[in-house]
């Protein structure tokens, strides 16, 4: 499923470049290029150290066909394919200079997207059996947003909006500025364009109450404890989507989705997802 | 301490603007330009929700000033202090639209670079007593190197080098290649230029025997136990800079510690380090 | 109400500074370095040559602000003002070398501009007295398209979609593809995220029909007549949003409004509007 | 004849590669990633449904390949060549999600070029038998002057100068701050080099006279009316090229050129030509 | 006068900011960062270690600015004035750190371009009594065109083209594809504007009579002896520009001038000019 | 043995891409595009007309390679060979346009490359017979240095570091700041990791014996007489690399190296090495 959304490649090629040109430097592989002669060819594979979930083979190979074009990648797992220690990711072949000169780099990307996909498996998993979806957020690593949007989604999650341009959210600063929720609303319904979602953030029953009367797409329930949401869910009633979030974790996630809301919105999945330990065999 | 390497702003300006880019996207912040009138100014500090190490304010406030030249940000913790749950680590005055549109970019570096200088002030604490330090590694975010290396300087830890050209460090993939560890190190000898220091990986006693006998400025002992490392670092004996690495985490870096090596190479540092959670409240 | 939709400045500057840097070559402004001293001061006004609407001063600004940041410039109409002939739109004061330098720069934006708003400002009258709105497309300038749809709301009108990732559009080439509309609306909703709004183009009744059974957000009635799109506004009796596209000009967009749509959709907003006539005036 | 002047591919490359970003945004195209298997084959042809004139196919060419380099174009219409209704410009053939994705790109870039040749074709009708020839201006879209330059030649018209370092054009404010015709031109003759040609913006007869006293390579009567052209062309007799410029419309340009100038000057063709109306078919 | 020609700072911001970030790498200076407080304040002056001529004061002063906008710079040597052992060029106060990690770049711009000034300015001397002038080529360092042009204005000397599209230089490879004079001056005439000026290159007598009937702006007489030049020019006899070229150096230049020719052009000024030896001097 | 340290093309790609936008300007080749038709071939090579030393060969290749893909080059001399005036450095053929329009732009690049190299080998060949070696500086073209540094390596020079933050090098401003050299090398050592030497500037002996004293790697012995550096270099005794700078000359370098010290720092390889002089011939 996950491969319906895979970015076009010119969308992250200019990310890749400037993550080898940060490593490289001015010299280059000081090492590699003192130690391998030019016409050395390297053989090898990229394998998993831990369990996990797969995302980010096209980027990983492009870091090294950057480095030189004539890099051969086969791709072993496909982009949301759960890994076993031992897994074979992707083999690598080429010229040895220029593979181990963008190791740790193709290493560093797939390693995030890697971790990415797979601490959102864990959410996904830790709520089957309900109807509720797991959804990332902004908070994001600078540079890196639509990669990592798409290792969300190839570790089952879904996509909340992707900036500050795709979907308005309103949220407490707004509400003190506009003095109401209707006044909010109103501005936006006012200003935003026909092909754009609202979505309001509620910390209160008496909020949710005032959004629903002024109509709007999306509620996001903040910090709210399960009997809470579960209200908020019936008091709503199919007029909009509702979104819960504020802490929630790994524990406390399956109790949020049984109260019905249709997504939990998860902002560690981005900004807290340790790395997926990987690493470039011989062979 | 940490103050000493701050680095100057045009080599993380770029980097700010981008992820600012990355937000705004093409249209900017729909929600904030639709409610909040241009004159509208707001007051607000960043604030800790967890406890943990300062890191980041220069880059934070860029963030804010590159939207709007004429936010004033006022620094209330230095870079290296360590933060208690409530504390304001900024405050933020200035055009309430333009400080609603950076919020999410400025948390965002904010966060992260003090996840990592947090972590490491752990690491640094597990190893108290000992004539060790923590080092990091290249496994750093694309795009973010220069920025989490001084992350890690603001947690208390040391830098390895910044990439593949300051500093030469043989791995197995290069001895592989060379055949043995003399040939290597003369290989890097006759090709580097005379300023930079040359480290070399080795797994066994055997190996840094070798190491020591053909002479290089750096042994990295990789995958020892504590017991193997002590008797390492009493083949080498001063004769170069010991650095142990492999499956150092919190648990386990104080007895690699007392083993007596120089360093403690910690990849962990910035590819897993979890966010440090922080918001800004206004007012 | 267009003000609450200025575009932050981050986001078109350096659209501005290629501008300057495309008409400075590689040598500068030859004509003025040669006979104008650095020290000369020059004084003047834009001024309007025909009738029309007011779009873009804060970019004008910043083509003669980035020549020189000492020029000063005062805004004597907002943007969205209407405009007559000879009314000066701001005015100009600085180092005379930067002013003259820009001024081909600042006019080529502005004229664009305030040309797209004009034709916008057309619609919206012709259709003046129905409950439509006009909207534009993503038939824009290669480069321009935030400014472009920032002049359409000068104008009066709404923005569609600012490309391809902020909502969806479905499209007989689509359709092709997916073999029928439930299963193209299938594909979508299994694929985007809960903020994204659906957008399905019909040519016929009947296919409105199915787009209604599946359900959409909107729906955009292409190169129908106004008695069809009469009836297709009937047949959606609120369930979607209504579009209308194809052909729209301003003899016809009256009788297309009054037909009861929403929106009528009009590519030459930006891609065919005539420059407003606008000069530089000493003194 | 256009042919001969094609401009290089690396002289437009990156201003399509920006435009392509520009509508992608940060997700991509999310209505085709949706629906189109990424192993769906489209092929089909860009048609004209006005006619016109041809102009930018390796520009359109370059769009699709940039997003697949797997896309193959066909040109079957040459640059310059006289379009119908329904004649097929070039046809596309490749993964149907890279063009899908990209076909607006192409498209926005091939109207506004099309259309720009189209209407100097008709200025060029326009004055068919007389020795005069159609100009261009620095009116141009910021971003695309090469490509609509381009355009003007494949209309059949001429190019002025590309900038304002590549020909001197003395005009009214210049001549204000030097006090002179003289003084203007001999500061002039002693900054620039003697590779480059001076041009004099004139208003009349009288300033003509200096003009020619005083010697320069071109002359611009401005808004002078048929009879005082005349005139000018006869006080002028050869000593230098002459060049019509101000308020010359399809209506007025035969006059104009009748009266024996060089060259006429029209800002429309790049600021005011309408898009030609294009599209992309199936099959 | 060379003032007259000061190119807008818009032109080489870009490359000066390169240039910073190339130096400093990654990691900034880490000797200033490591032993100079942030507070301290650094006073000194640009001094000349040699005799040369100014060029690039506004170049290296930017370095400063962009490096901290608060440093102060103040000019004492304006660009064209001759230098002498001692001679302070400019002062420079302000943060230690920034001004120590700024000084090589700055002084790497401005001794190159006070080099290119000073052998400019010997070549002017060289020839002091004739009629002719001295120019430079497109032999200029790789991103460095404008302001290696702008030292040869410095120096005394004029500029030839600034690059491939602002005027014509038919040469030999030209004649060769095109058979003949005649017919490659023909197929320039009718592709290149009214604005642009053609050169051609001769090597011999009869060359330069086809290309005297044919009509150019400017011949190029290539490596031909004093005798021969004074024939070439009498031919001339004011037809066109006359430039020498070919083995022009110090010793030679004033020989070749004395024939008559209006222009020697020297590709040594830029392509082989010494640096001229300066120095950062505290106090 | 310079071929091991190529550096991959990623490194130089963007410089060389800038350098023929700069020569191509808005317009391209407007002499070449008016001549040639574009099925035109051309089939030349690249000739030494001076004796030297080859390096830069790949950078050429890439600026033919990057105005058209098709043209193919062969090298015939590999870098750091010797060059004869004659010699056929590489071959070029393919469009003739394309090889026109970059002919300028790369031989600007391989005169300079080859020019350093060139002065270089006379610096080795002068001190042939000792055990020093030749090494560079950071007084390099801004924007070329890795490519100027590698130039040095054709030669058979060596090179000094890259740039501010791959070594450490405190000199009399530093000094001054931090009071002592004790001083300034322990903050040194507080501040930077352990995989960066740290090298002392040092006028006296008096100087050098405090250097030694608290320990650093290598000593800069700065505008000493060669007997002073003999008495240094016996000091240091092996406990520091020694590098001697300051006017030395191809007169004066064999009495320097002769002093027993181990490097030779010559600021002149890269700010003054005159261009080789080249061609490209048809044929």
């Known amino acids: 499923m996950a491969g319906r959304f895979e970015i076009p490649k010119i969308l992250f090629e200019n990310t890749v470049r400037q993550a080898l040109l940060e490593d490289l430097g001015r010299g280059g592989d000081l090492t590699t290029l003192s130690i391998v002669e030019s016409e050395s060819i390297f053989s090898g594979r990229i394998v998993a150290r831990q369990p996990g979930r797969m995302a980010g083979r096209r980027v990983a190979a492009l870091a090294f066909e950057l480095m030189d074009a004539s890099i051969q990648t086969v791709q072993t797992r496909a982009d949301g394919a759960a890994l076993q220690p031992g897994d074979t990711l992707m083999t690598v072949e080429g010229p040895a200079r220029a593979i181990l000169s963008a190791e740790r780099t193709a290493l560093n990307f797939l390693g995030r997207l890697c971790g990415i996909a797979s601490l959102t498996a864990h959410y996904v998993e830790a709520i089957r059996g309900t109807n509720a979806g797991i959804v990332c ?98 008091m709503v009633d199919g007029q909009a989507i509702t979104e819960a979030s504020g802490g929630i974790n790994l524990e406390s996630a399956a109790a949020i989705a049984a109260t019905g809301v249709d997504y939990l919105s998860v902002g560690a999945l981005t900004h807290s997802a340790p790395c997926l330990d990987l690493g470039l065999d011989a062979g």
């Open 137 to 234: 957020t902004r908070k994001t690593t600078p540079g890196l947003r639509a990669l990592e949007k798409y290792a969300v989604r190839c570790g089952g999650g879904a996509n909340h909006r992707f900036g500050l341009d795709d979907a308005v959210l309103i949220k407490d600063n707004h509400l003190a500025v506009a003095g109401s929720i209707e006044e909010a609303v109103t501005r936006v319904r006012q200003s935003v364009g026909h092909t754009v979602k609202v979505e309001l953030e509620v910390d209160t029953l008496d909020q949710l109450q005032q959004a629903l009367t002024v109509g709007v797409d999306i509620v996001l329930l903040d910090n709210m404890k399960p009997e809470t949401l579960r209200k908020a869910v019936e």
